[in-house]
């Protein structure tokens, strides 16, 4: 590998599937603000819209991600004024 392309920042953080519920324990570089209590310690958390536990590829079942609030948010955002 090349040296100095790397990050030399990494960092116990917990992310946690949104559609789920489920978190894990894994290191990352990226930034958050959130925080939450896994497992006794407060760690940084960053929220994923799918993971491993969710994704149907992984669980073999269709699994419906609710959109809807998400898009009928951008529909009333950027609707056209009358």
Same mark, same amino acid.
């Given at each position: 590998? %090349?040296?100095?392309? !790397?990050?030399?920042?990494?960092? /116990?953080?917990?992310?946690?599937?949104?559609?789920?519920? !489920?978190? +894990? /324990?894994?290191?990352? $570089?990226?930034?958050? %603000?959130?925080?939450?209590?896994?497992?006794?310690?407060?760690?940084?958390?960053?929220? /994923?819209?799918?993971?491993? $536990?969710?994704?149907? +590829?992984? $669980?073999?079942?269709?699994? /419906?991600?609710?959109?809807?609030?998400?898009?009928? %948010?951008?529909?009333k955002r950027y609707e056209k004024k009358k």
């Amino acid at each position: 590998m %090349k040296k100095g392309i !790397h990050p030399e920042n990494y960092r /116990l953080v917990v992310f946690r599937d949104m559609s789920n519920g !489920h978190e +894990f /324990l894994s290191r990352s $570089t990226a930034a958050t %603000k959130e925080t939450t209590v896994f497992e006794g310690v407060e760690y940084p958390v960053i929220k /994923l819209e799918i993971s491993n $536990t969710s994704h149907p +590829f992984y $669980t073999g079942k269709n699994v /419906l991600v609710d959109t809807a609030g998400r898009i009928d %948010k951008f529909k009333k955002r950027y609707e056209k004024k009358k």
